[in-house]
């Protein structure tokens, strides 16, 4: 099993943006461990080929199969497709961890969606992940799920909550696709940026370790009915990795080599992890106040990424679009932030709409291509015309993600961002607003925050250091 390199071709690479005279080679491997099934575990490890310059454009073919269902009509969801498969992501050089970030689907799709509009998402990445989220406006003026622009059709009329689809199907490891998830979104952004010279290791060993999701409705939707945590799991024995490596002249790596032993290598990089809270809220209209602390460690931070996320025993089994990849929405929203001891605010914000303006200024001034619906559902919810598609109301404020931003504008990994020599202070309030689409009185939630913080890759002749 592998994927269609055909169609990667196709699309072209873009990690490489000034041309290098040198060989383009793809290499695939299959892993080295697999453990799945014991022990709850559910992981696959490979050992990256360490040939030129790593780039951007490698990558993890995987495929979803049927375990206790025979339907086939199922398939990956529409907001981050196959990538939600994936729990965790570790990279390790020389025993020594580069990246570890965990759920990071819930950090790309903010990220994909302020560089990208819907169609663009639907264009270029469909091929790899199968996400395909399109909304539109119907003939009222109401917001709603584009059908006529995804794989779905209704084979039935839409209030009997009924649809088919005519690709991407999950069915045996004959039949089904094989999706291909980068790299750079799991957590190893710093590839686009620069290419990663594997070849200065040498001897040393560089581990990609991935941990898979065995609950099945956290990326895939039953397109009717409901579907159970283990009707359906990821095809272990054929992982494989597909990595894409820029070859270097045999002398100018001889070079380079040798310079280690008087200069190391240094890498610097923005690397991303996650920091963990829990939220409940009360009854609607009841205000709830939390006061969240994370410890940067006097780190460099860039950027702070929060996401209210459904906890595991509240994960639906006859979600339609989005699966489990949700930024719920829980209220009508106030935000205080205190760095280093200073509010980054003169006051609370509690304009919804600038709530959603931190998101543009964190992600370089591009605007998230959600629509309303999909962000908020607050007290101005009453005011505006609410569609009763039953599709919108499966991904109705399921996508609220709210980014801040630390960057000083001076640019570059070093110097770029704030040291933060205190804990940070999240001050965040919410006020439900409703019960159902989505349920946000008396419900628990994970919060995630992905801090994203400064790095030094140092590869000498003898060693490797990983420092912030």
């Known amino acids: 099993m592998s994927y269609n390199l055909n169609e990667f071709l196709q699309l072209g690479m873009d990690s490489e943006s000034v041309p290098v005279n040198s060989l383009v080679m793809n290499t695939i491997r299959t892993p080295v461990d697999v453990q799945s099934g014991r022990s709850g575990l559910s992981k696959v490890t490979f050992k990256v080929p360490k040939n030129g310059l790593l780039t951007a454009d490698s990558m993890v073919s995987l495929q979803f199969i049927q375990k206790n269902s025979t339907s086939s009509n199922v398939t990956p969801n529409f907001i981050s497709g196959a990538l939600g498969c994936i729990e965790r992501a570790r990279l390790v050089i020389d025993n020594k961890v580069l990246t570890d970030l965990e759920r990071p689907s819930l950090l790309e799709i903010p990220k994909t969606y302020s560089r990208k509009t819907q169609n663009e998402v639907a264009e270029f990445e469909y091929k790899f992940l199968g996400n395909q989220f399109q909304t539109g406006v119907n003939e009222t003026g109401e917001e709603e799920f584009d059908v006529e622009k995804t794989r779905y059709f209704n084979t039935n009329t839409p209030a009997n909550d009924v649809q088919n689809v005519v690709r991407y199907r999950v069915a045996d490891d004959n039949t089904s696709r094989v999706y291909g998830i980068h790299l750079k979104n799991l957590g190893m952004e710093f590839l686009e940026q620069d290419s990663l010279p594997v070849f200065l290791l040498g001897s040393r060993e560089m581990v990609l370790e991935l941990f898979f999701y065995k609950d099945c409705r956290e990326y895939l939707v039953p397109t009717s009915g409901t579907m159970a945590a283990d009707d359906y799991e990821l095809n272990y024995p054929n992982v494989e990795l597909v990595t894409t490596h820029v070859q270097l002249p045999d002398e100018v790596q001889s070079e380079q080599l040798s310079m280690l032993r008087s200069k190391p290598f240094m890498y610097p990089l923005l690397d991303n992890y996650l920091v963990k809270g829990t939220l409940t809220t009360g009854a609607i209209g009841a205000k709830t106040s939390r006061i969240f602390r994370v410890n940067a460690q006097n780190r460099e931070v860039h950027k702070l990424l929060m996401v209210n996320s459904e906890i595991s025993t509240n994960i639906d089994s006859n979600q339609r679009v989005v699966a489990?990849?949700?930024?719920?929405?829980?209220?009508?929203?106030?935000?205080?932030?205190?760095?280093?001891?200073?509010?980054?605010?003169?006051?609370?914000?509690?304009?919804?709409?600038?709530?959603?303006?931190?998101?543009?200024?964190?992600?370089?001034?591009?605007?998230?291509k959600f629509p309303y619906g999909a962000f908020h559902v607050n007290?101005?919810?009453?005011?505006?015309?609410?569609?009763?598609?039953?599709?919108?109301?499966?991904?109705?404020?399921?996508?609220?993600?709210?980014?801040?931003?630390?960057?000083?504008?001076?640019?570059?990994?070093?110097?770029?961002?704030?040291?933060?020599k205190q804990a940070m202070e999240i001050e965040y309030s919410t006020t439900p607003q409703v019960g159902v689409s989505p349920p946000q009185a008396n419900r628990q939630f994970d919060v995630n925050f992905y801090l994203t913080v400064s790095k030094m890759l140092t590869i000498g002749a003898n060693k490797v250091e990983i420092s912030f």
Do not use: C
Request: charged share 10%; proline share 2%; net charge positive.
């Open 324 to 368: 489990n990849q949700k930024a719920v929405a829980t209220g009508t929203i106030e935000l205080q932030i205190k760095s280093n001891g200073l509010n980054m605010y003169e006051r609370p914000i509690t304009n919804q709409s600038i709530i959603y303006q931190q998101s543009t200024y964190a992600h370089n001034g591009m605007a998230l």
């Open 379 to 420: 007290s101005r919810n009453s005011q505006i015309p609410q569609s009763t598609q039953h599709l919108y109301l499966k991904y109705k404020g399921t996508q609220q993600y709210l980014a801040i931003d630390f960057s000083n504008g001076n640019g570059g990994v070093y110097g770029g961002g704030s040291v933060q």
